[in-house]
């Protein structure tokens, strides 16, 4: 196979601190949530998520936007849960219309604790476009002399294996094998981090499927 076979468009979100509204893309801002739909809460916990990313179709189409959606919201559960391979946040995915939200949420409900190390600070996006091959665990020998595989907070691309991969999941509703659709990084490599941390290598990887993506999420953390 050439190299083109092996190569994923990716985008580093690459924030910034920075003030973001509802309307923009963001890391920790405030959501574009309507008042009257009912806010995520855990189902371990009690306890209402925090928004923690938001996604706008035009400033991110590479992403896998259902028919009927251009804004994607990333929900966190901030307690220790029991992810698949290893304790972290819950998340939860929401693929939203916005041009039908008119009238705002007047105050996002904050969860009575956290755990300090799952909460991001607040940020814009300047996100940087890059082609992304595969992690070193999974990487032909052909493709040896190119870039790692970044371990930064990014949408697309291949994932920045830890000790437990490389894996592939299947879609527990109808079979495909899940793709990367998120990773959120503790090292940016710009240096600016969000402060939160996930795991020993720090990569909270979300897993979708191809087919639907709003079928069952899956968590990889390494
Ligand atoms: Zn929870
Ligand atoms: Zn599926």
Request: proline residues 11%; glycine residues 10%.
């Amino acid at each position: 196979m050439g190299r083109e076979s092996w190569a994923r468009p990716a985008v580093l979100l690459n924030p910034l601190e920075g003030d973001p509204t509802d309307a923009d893309s963001h890391i920790g801002g405030p959501m574009l949530w309507p008042i009257d739909s009912e806010w995520p809460s855990c189902d371990s916990h009690g306890e209402p998520f925090v928004g923690a990313v938001q996604l706008y179709q035009r400033d991110f189409p590479e992403l896998p936007f259902p028919d009927g959606t251009d804004v994607l919201q990333v929900f966190l559960c901030t307690l220790w849960h029991d992810v698949t391979n290893a304790y972290g946040p819950d998340v939860r995915l929401v693929w939203r219309d916005s041009t039908t939200v008119f009238e705002l949420i007047e105050e996002e409900p904050e969860p009575s604790e956290q755990e300090e190390r799952y909460v991001p600070t607040v940020n814009v996006l300047e996100p940087i476009r890059y082609t992304e091959y595969p992690h070193a665990y999974e990487r032909p020998e052909e493709l040896r002399d190119l870039p790692p595989t970044s371990g930064g907070t990014k949408i697309g691309g291949w994932t920045c294996w830890g000790d437990g991969g490389p894996l592939t999941f299947d879609c527990p509703e109808c079979g495909a094998v899940q793709r990367q659709v998120l990773s959120l990084g503790t090292h940016e490599p710009s240096g600016d981090h969000v402060e939160w941390n996930f795991g020993e290598y720090g990569n909270l990887n979300i897993f979708a499927c191809p087919q639907d993506v709003r079928h069952p999420i899956r968590l990889w953390i390494d």
